[in-house]
Nanobody, 115 residues
Framework: QVQLVESGGGLVQAGGSLRLSCAASGIIFRSVIMAWYRQAPGKQRELVATITTGGSTNHADSVKGRFTISRDNAKNTVYLQMNSLKPEDTAVYYC?????????WGQGTQVTVSS
């Protein structure tokens, strides 16, 4: 079955960095678009970044210049490098993909940025 497993979250001070990973299984990873979303307490889940099968990326304006999405098809893994973190980046971060017309989400990883 399809599984997306995130890791790399944690507690960091403002201005710090974290790298999130999302390992995928049960899919042909190189053939799917991957995305990172986040959900802060009391807010709707929002799109953070996407990466296509060809490696083209798109980042939300709120993270542009600070976050970078990338992928390693040999490892079936997508990454989110987060630099210059701000308290408003505090959220649960999820990876997502669509495989055979079904949306799959990971379980999420908590990122907390202290001021």
């Amino acid at each position: 079955q399809v599984q997306l497993v995130e890791s790399g979250g944690g507690l960091v001070q403002a201005g710090g960095s974290l790298r999130l990973s999302c390992a995928a299984s049960g899919i042909i990873f190189r053939s799917v678009i991957m995305a990172w979303y986040r959900q802060a307490p009391g807010k709707q889940r929002e799109l953070v970044a996407t990466i296509t099968t060809g490696g083209s990326t798109n980042h939300a304006d709120s993270v542009k210049g600070r976050f970078t999405i990338s992928r390693d098809n040999a490892k079936n893994t997508v990454y989110l490098q987060m630099n210059s973190l701000k308290p408003e980046d505090t959220a649960v971060y999820y990876c997502r993909t669509i495989w055979r017309s079904t949306i799959y989400w990971g379980q999420g990883t908590q990122v907390t940025v202290s001021s």
